[in-house]
């Protein structure tokens, strides 16, 4: 079973410059996708547009194997076979990385890969992401842009790159379905060119942003009779829906019909907070 209720955004402690420990929100985007299936390029130009920092899990591994760390040797056989490297190893590499940087807005791409990196992120960081971008890829085109990738990556080979769909197929989907039950997942068709894709994507993230202003209502004036209540209802079904973690734009005003009350300017039924 996954954890229940979490913040979405988290009291992550960091180092100031003054070497000073201090708190800040942070707000996490997680981006799935088959291998091959743009993740790196769209997160680039996400980043780039939207003022987010980019984390690959998929770059911070092939650091830790660099590195020449036990870790790092223990990380490239798992690798190398399309494996997936267990989760606390993965998820205390996410963190470190995250603390060292002074930005609240991070784009974590190849995160999750299965249910068992959900709930050790959700367990170590008691936080989970504001959504989920999932990029949707036909198999025949990732395996076409994987072999024609040419970054020299060990695991790009056809052997490799088959058994990282076949993990991709039985591990992550089950993850974008948990995130899909919670309402978090942002699809996209990324079989398309890397510019249309992009269009796809920054319509969701420019909606997130919309979301966060408060919108223009004007208050409806009504009197006795004029059907004001049941208008009232769709009024409310007109507004944005808040986006977790965020206070609503609006509060809400109960008034009973039994007592005949009504909204009046003093008393109105929406009211910005
Ligand atoms: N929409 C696209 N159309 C064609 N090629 C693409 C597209 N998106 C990415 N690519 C290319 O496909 C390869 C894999 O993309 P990448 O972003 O590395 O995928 P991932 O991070 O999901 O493994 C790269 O060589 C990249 O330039
Ligand atoms: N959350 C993650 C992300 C990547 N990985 C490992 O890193 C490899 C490369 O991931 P990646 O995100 O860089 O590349 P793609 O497979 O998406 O092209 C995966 O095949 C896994 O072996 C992992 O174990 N856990």
């Known amino acids: ?8 955004a988290h009291e992550l402690f960091v180092e100031s410059d003054r070497g000073l420990a ?4 942070v707000k996490v985007v997680f981006v799935i996708g088959g291998p091959g299936s743009g993740k790196g390029t769209q997160c680039q130009r996400i980043a780039q547009q939207f003022g987010y920092t980019h984390l690959s899990v998929g770059e911070l591994l092939r650091q830790e194997i660099n590195s020449g760390s ?7 056989s798992i690798m190398k076979e399309g494996k997936l490297v267990p989760s606390d190893v993965t998820v205390r590499l996410l963190q470190q990385a995250m603390q060292g940087i002074d930005n609240d807005k991070f784009l974590i791409d190849g995160f999750p890969r299965n249910e068992e990196n959900v709930k050790t992120f959700e367990n170590l960081t008691k936080m989970e992401p504001e959504f989920v971008l999932y990029l949707d890829c036909p198999q025949d085109e990732m395996e076409r842009r994987l072999l024609s990738r040419n970054e020299g990556r ?13 993990v991709f197929m039985e591990s992550t989907l089950p993850a ?4 899909e039950s919670k309402g978090k997942i942002r699809k996209v068709d990324a079989g398309k060119s890397i510019d249309d894709v992009f269009e796809s994507i920054k319509a969701i993230f420019s909606q997130g942003k919309d979301n966060n202003k408060p919108a223009n209502l004007q208050l409806v004036a009504a009197g006795p009779s004029s059907a004001y209540g049941s208008h009232g209802a769709s009024l409310l079904s007109l507004l944005p829906t808040p986006i977790a973690g965020h206070e609503p734009a609006f509060k809400v005003h109960s008034w009973r019909l039994a007592e005949k009350q009504r909204p009046t300017l003093d008393q109105p039924y929406l009211e910005h907070t």
């Open 1 to 8: 079973m996954l954890c229940g209720a979490l913040l979405s």
């Open 22 to 25: 201090k708190q800040k929100k």
């Open 70 to 76: 036990e870790t790092g040797s223990m990380i490239h």
């Open 154 to 166: 060990e695991d790009d080979n056809i052997d490799t790159i088959r058994k990282r769909f076949k």
């Open 176 to 179: 974008v379905e948990y995130y």
